[in-house]
């Protein structure tokens, strides 16, 4: 059974830094493309970024350019979300996903979601 389980989420202050993983087991994920999405009360569910199986590509949603960086450990089947400089704005459920072939933006191109991680900045 393929299943991918966040850590890292928290409470931290506006300016602070926290680091999400995602761990996966159940298949060879080495081989996936994995991303990162948020979801804030009462809106629909973003895109964060995302990496290549291989890592040699990323993509950033730009609200998080400069800010975020994805990465990933194949040997350990984990992603990594680190997040700098946070905003109260990036107050969320924290989403890791995978899909199989390239990365893209759309949260139901990805076949894969994990259980969420609550991420809390304040102001």
């Known amino acids: 059974q393929v299943q991918l389980v966040e850590s890292g989420g928290g409470l931290v202050q506006a300016g602070g830094s926290l680091r999400l993983s995602c761990a996966a087991s159940g298949r060879a994920f080495s081989t996936y493309s994995r991303g990162w999405f948020r979801q804030a009360p009462g809106k629909e569910r973003e895109f964060v970024a995302a990496?290549?199986?291989?890592?040699?590509?990323?993509d950033y949603a730009d609200s998080v350019k400069g800010r975020f960086t994805i990465s990933r450990d194949n040997a350990k089947n984990t992603v990594y979300l680190q997040m700098n400089s946070l905003k109260p704005e990036d107050t969320a459920v924290y989403y890791c996903a995978a899909r199989f072939t390239t990365i893209v933006r759309m949260a139901s191109a990805y076949a894969h979601w994990g259980q969420g991680t609550q991420v809390t900045v304040s102001s």
């Open positions: 990496i290549t199986s291989s890592g040699s590509t990323t």
